[in-house]
Each structure stands twice: as structure tokens, then as C-alpha cells.
């Protein structure tokens, strides 16, 4: 876990991906736009965008785990591939807002909804290493979304992904989110 | 737990709480002021500050529960109060920034450590509802400091907050506290 990572998905007419898809899944959906770019706040002289006039920005930022214990945690480590392959052309972008009754739960509810029922570490796990992600954190930061998860993945991986995505979106902890916008990228 | 609310801890010339001492508990300490504002982002037409020159700010936002479980929770809604009682005429400022160690902790390995092993949560049980408090977060912000914690009590139950805040400084948790400011206020 290094030190928390800002991060600005800016999308617009610039960008290093191309966006194919701009899809609601529950609530209002997001602009549409061409392309998407991924800037860290360790690229300290980059813009936010190159565009002087982004559809939309959204921000956030990586933290310290909140529900994964050391057991998965070394379970995730072991099998987990990084940002940045270069076969991993096909990325996913997910912004995704819980309801006020799931940030109303205690830690412990919160955990029995997320894993001990809902599997969403263990989902995960099973698509490792295919699917590379990095979750960002946005609800401290008064942004429209609570969590924006970036995924890459190899387009040999595109069905196992969509599988992936489907088995999350079946389980009881999707009962708690109030808007999902999955937006499909390529490099 | 209501959205995040942002709040500001501007010190300087101005603000409505008299800054009786800033003291350094662990690392650097903060530079002298006078007094101290807090406003929060409720409040839409007051600026951060009056002070045209603040001697430093301090930005965090309420979150959701991070360790605490249901049957805690409980028990601490039923003896805690709010801020802003006209008898609780003393305040203290506390920011807190923990290691590296600790935020590489997995969440299991972390609450072991916060309330099996040092009480936290019970040690705050043990001062209500004389104490009242209110935690910010402000790792994610980019902040200096992790956590500012904000405590309200009256004036008789001053030597009680001195007995809270030694019994946390002993624990195994604060081991893992890398910089501590104690700023003690008056209304």
C-alpha cells in the first residue's frame, strides 16, 4: 500500500484511450465522449487533461485496504498483475455510488454483506491474473461517485471479464448501489 | 453517519475558540495562533476564515465507520452526545498521522490492534458522555495529518480528558502514530 495516489480520468476529445462504450447500469449514466485520459498526481508536470474542455472529470484517490484481510490480502498479492501490461488492451472504467443505508452499516455489517455473502473479494480472485484493477476512493473527496474501479485486461479476456462483472452484479452487495456507469475503453 | 461533511480548522487571528496551547506529542508541532475557526462546508456562505492570514488550516470530512461493529456502535449512540453543548466550554484539536507500517496493516491485522489489543473504541466508551468528539479524516486529501479529532467537554471534566488521552498514548496502537499536535481551546 504506498501513499495515497490522486488520480483524474478526464474525458474528452484527448487521451491515451479510446472510449467505446458509455453504458448506465443503474441511474444516470455519464456524458458521452471519445477518448479518456488517466492522469496521476505523481506526474507532476502533466495537466489534468490536454482538453481545454473535458464532458467530464472525475477524481479519486487509492488508499489503505478497508475489508480485505492479511489472508487474502497475500491470496490477491500472490496471483495479481500490475497497471500497464502491454497486452492489456481493453480497459474498464467504473464509477459506482453506494446508498446511504450501506455507509449507515457497521464495519462488521459491512464485511458480512461484501465477502462472507456476496464474495466480492473471492470473485475477484478467481479472474486474477487476467483482470488487473486499482480501486479509487471518491466519496471524501465530494465527488458523484464513491468508488471509481479501473480494470485492464487482454482482449482474449474480454468474455471472462463480462462474466466477472455479471457475477458481482448478481450478488447482495449490488442491493446497496444506487448508480453504476461502466464505460468500455481501448488502447 | 450523515454524507461527509468537509470541515476546516483555520488558526490565526480569528475563529470563535481561544487557543490555550499547541504542544508537539510526537514530531513536529504547528505554529502558534491565537485562535481557531472551524467551519464546515454546511455552512455556504462563510468563508474558510476571516483571517486574511491564517497561521495554518487543517482540512478533513466525517466518514463512514471504519473498525467499529453494530453491537459498538450501539452502545456508543446510546451514552454519547453532540457537539455544541453551552456547558462544554473546553475543546482540544488532536491530529494524528500514522506510519507506514500501520496503513500497510490488512483490515483484520488493524482492528486487532485498535480494539482487541488497545481498547480504543472502549477507552472512549469509558469517557461518555463527557467528552464528546467528532474524527475527520484527511489521509486521502493530501493532508499533512491522517485523522483530526475534535473534543468537546466542560471544564470539570477536564482531568477526566487528560486520563482518556494518556491511557490511548500507552497503547499498542499509538505506536504506530509517527506525529501527534495536542491544541487545547476554550470557548
Known sequence: MPAPLRVLFAAGHCGEWQIDS??????????????????????????????????WILAGTTSNLRYTTGTEAGALKARQEGLGRPAATRAALIPIRKTQAWW???????????????????????????????LHHARELGEPFDFL????????????????????????EWQYVEREVDIRLRA
Open 149 to 172: 474501479t479501473w480494470f485492464e485486461y487482454a482482449p482474449e479476456h474480454a468474455a471472462a471479464f463480462e462474466h466477472m462483472v455479471d457475477k458481482l452484479r448478481r450478488t447482495e
Open 22 to 55: 458509455i453504458s448506465s447500469v443503474i441511474g444516470d449514466s455519464l456524458p458521452g465522449a471519445a477518448r479518456l485520459s488517466v492522469r496521476t498526481s505523481d506526474e507532476s508536470c502533466a495537466p489534468a487533461s490536454e482538453d481545454a474542455a473535458p464532458a
Open 104 to 134: 449507515d452499516l457497521a464495519q462488521d455489517e459491512r464485511r458480512a454483506i461484501f465477502e462472507e455473502r456476496s464474495r466480492h473479494i473471492g470473485i475477484g480472485l478467481d479472474y486474477l491474473p487476467a483482470v488487473a484493477r486499482r
